[in-house]
């Protein structure tokens, strides 16, 4: 029989304890964001394009999305590590978006900023067409474990060291359900 390695336990609901952020502090960030973007945006001429960085950032995108007063267009980006340990900078895009950027004001979506990593590398793909503007809205930052310079235009919550769980966000595929953000331990 082949190896596996035990899932980890899935801690349930209840016992979750206090959120860092509650359900409703997002939802009223998340409203004020899209108030924010909407006044940004509101002289294109074009729909806004989101580009959504799999899988983190769907739950915060489709909120997101709905706080919008402005026409806006979905696509989404999947970045995957490849490669040693050694050299972690490495990143394959595993889907790209699928209609044409060129002249379109694109506004990438993602979970949380930690290294800066992974949106540098898909930004730097994604001005490789020729998008009109593109700007990054991340629902948290980490800052302390920036290794890549990274200018974020709006910005949901900075948070502390901690990793964190919760509104898309997972520990090994888990814990995407939970309506508020939680610390592991
Ligand atoms: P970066 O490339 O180091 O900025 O990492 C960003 C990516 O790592 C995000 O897209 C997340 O998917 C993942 N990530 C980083 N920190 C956390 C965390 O605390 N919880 C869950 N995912 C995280
Ligand atoms: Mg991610």
């Given at each position: ?40 945006y509101?002289?294109i001429d074009t729909p806004l394009v ?51 950027l060129?002249g379109r004001h694109v506004l ?23 998008p009109a503007s593109l700007r ?50």
């Amino acid at each position: 029989m082949p190896e596996t390695s035990a899932p980890p336990e899935p801690i349930l609901k209840k016992d979750m304890g206090r959120a860092l952020i509650s359900a409703e502090r997002i939802a009223k960030r998340v409203e004020d964001m899209g108030r924010e973007i909407s006044e940004v945006y509101a002289d294109i001429d074009t729909p806004l394009v989101l580009v959504v960085i799999l899988k983190g950032a769907t739950v915060f995108a489709a909120d997101l999305l709905r706080s919008l007063s402005i026409p806006a267009e979905l696509e989404f980006v999947s970045a995957a590590s490849y490669g040693s340990g050694t050299s972690p900078g490495k990143l394959r895009l595993a889907h790209m978006v699928e209609g044409p950027l060129v002249g379109r004001h694109v506004l990438l979506i993602e979970d949380i900023i930690d290294s800066g990593r992974t949106v540098s590398a898909i930004a730097k793909r994604l001005r490789k067409l020729k998008p009109a503007s593109l700007r990054l809205a991340a629902l948290l930052d980490r800052p302390a474990r920036r290794e890549v310079e990274t200018r974020i235009d709006f910005t949901g919550f900075v948070i502390p060291d901690r990793f964190v769980i919760g509104y898309g966000l997972d520990y090994a595929g888990l814990y995407r359900e939970l309506p508020g953000i939680y610390t592991l331990t």
